[in-house]
């Protein structure tokens, strides 16, 4: 089966990835939920990741990708 000659360019593709995240997952409001979980002294990145991710509705992937983005995590 041939394309229907309607693809995205990578570009096209991660701006629409980053307009997405940026919808679904307010960095103001990613940032403000991350250093309230952060208080809770045994809370370490990792395990927030879940935490944010079913506050956010999102995947946990999706929420490392956006605290990689946001410069809250280093890329694993």
């Not at 229907?4 to 409001?29: K, Y």
């Amino acid at each position: 089966m041939r394309s229907s000659g309607c693809s995205a360019t990578d570009a096209e593709e991660i701006e629409a990835n980053q307009f997405a995240a940026a919808i679904l997952m307010p960095a103001d409001l990613v940032i403000g939920e991350a250093r309230r979980l952060l208080k809770d002294p045994s809370a370490t990145d990792a395990s927030i990741v879940p935490l944010l991710a079913q506050g956010f509705d999102v995947s946990d992937q999706a929420m490392e990708y956006r605290l990689v983005n946001l410069g809250l995590r280093r890329q694993l």
